[in-house]
């Protein structure tokens, strides 16, 4: 069974980083493309970074220049590496296989991490 299993989060306060890392189980990993996505409560989950099989990036408007995408095919693991963190960067954050030209997850979602930033 082919998983995706997401950690690195946490509390930290604003302008403060962290690096979170989704680790894939199964066989799939070095050729597909994968996405970080984040959801508060209440909302819908929102799309934030993807990197492709090649390591194209791609990053949503809101955190352009801060945030920072990365894959490890030797280790199946993919890395969202967060400087300059805002409050209104809070939420759950979860990894998937996506399809990068509709920024479309592909797979069911695993439980997540959180990340909380304090003013």
């Known amino acids: 069974q082919v998983q995706l299993v997401e950690s690195g989060g946490g509390w930290v306060q604003a302008g403060g980083s962290l690096r979170l890392s989704c680790a894939a189980s199964?066989?799939?990993?070095?050729?597909?493309?994968v996405g970080w996505y984040r959801q508060v409560p209440g909302k819908l989950r929102e799309w934030v970074a993807g990197?492709?099989?090649?390591?194209?990036?791609d990053y949503t408007d809101s955190v352009k220049g801060r945030f920072t995408i990365s894959r490890d095919n030797a280790k199946n693991t993919v890395y969202l590496q967060m400087n300059a963190l805002k409050p209104d960067d809070t939420a759950v954050y979860s990894c998937?296989?996506?399809?990068?030209?509709?920024?479309?997850?592909?797979?069911?979602w695993g439980q997540g991490t959180q990340v909380t930033v304090s003013s």
């Open positions: 990197i492709t099989i090649r390591g194209s990036t």
């Open positions: 199964g066989g799939i990993f070095s050729i597909a493309s």
């Open positions: 998937n296989y996506y399809l990068a030209s509709a920024r479309t997850p592909l797979g069911s």
